[in-house]
């Protein structure tokens, strides 16, 4: 089993259109958590941090269950501008972050 | 205001040959990562320095793979004797320290191995 898994996609989105997705962690004692955004040749770029309950930032929320060792990423009213790929990122008890996959959205008009 | 730096952008280079791959992180920034993303996966950590510490070498995937950080900045990823599966996109990043803090990417180096 991968310490970090994504659904790899990838999902196919009506603009508009609201989309979530999840990523499962193994390790019960990581600490934090992070969602990254990655364009098409592009390097990752944060997108959210997730502590404790979760968190919203306009169209993006991101949320956390440590009993199920889950966090999701909502997004709502999706723009063709965030069609890339999402890296759920999890910083694990040995001091490492420990990146998922990724899965990729793509957003038609 | 610069961010992180890679060099090259882009190489190619015949299997069996060596390659030095250049980053220059944010200065002020204590943590440098080395990552290799091949093609559609995921980010894979190769190698992680902090400060003065001795490396973190737990991700390099074999002794052909080595890196040098001088004076506590500028890093050199040098892969030797080439071969075909090491082509990928290697990524370095950095940040303020080895805490969960948000890591700052470079473009990246994309190595070809023909």
Not at chain 1, 78 to 84: I, P, R
Request: proline residues 5%; glycine residues 8%.
């Amino acid at each position: 089993r991968k310490e970090v898994e994504q659904d790899p996609g990838p999902f196919n989105v009506p603009e508009g259109a609201t989309v979530a997705f999840n990523c499962t962690y193994s390790n019960s004692a990581s600490q934090s958590f992070f969602w990254y955004r990655q364009d098409c040749r592009k390097e990752p770029k944060l997108l959210m941090s997730v502590y404790s309950s979760g968190n919203e930032d306009g169209r993006f929320t991101a949320q956390l269950n440590r009993a199920s060792q889950y966090i999701s990423l909502l997004i709502r009213d999706s723009k063709l501008s965030d069609s890339a790929t999402y890296l759920c990122v999890v910083w694990d008890s040995n001091y490492q972050l420990i990146w998922g996959a990724g899965t990729k959205l793509i957003i038609k008009p | 205001g610069a961010g992180v730096s890679q060099s090259p952008s882009n190489k190619v280079t015949e299997k069996g040959k060596d390659v030095e791959l250049r980053c220059d992180p944010i200065s002020g920034h204590t943590a440098l990562y080395w990552y290799r993303q091949s093609l559609g996966q995921g980010l894979e950590f190769l190698i992680y320095f902090q400060g003065n510490s001795a490396p973190d070498k737990s991700g390099l995937p074999s002794d052909r793979f080595s890196a040098e950080r001088t004076g506590g900045s500028v890093s050199t990823l040098t892969i030797q004797r080439t071969q075909q599966e090491d082509s990928a996109v290697y990524l370095c990043a950095s940040s303020i320290d080895r805490g969960p803090e948000t890591q700052y990417f470079g473009p990246g180096t994309r190595l070809l191995v023909l």
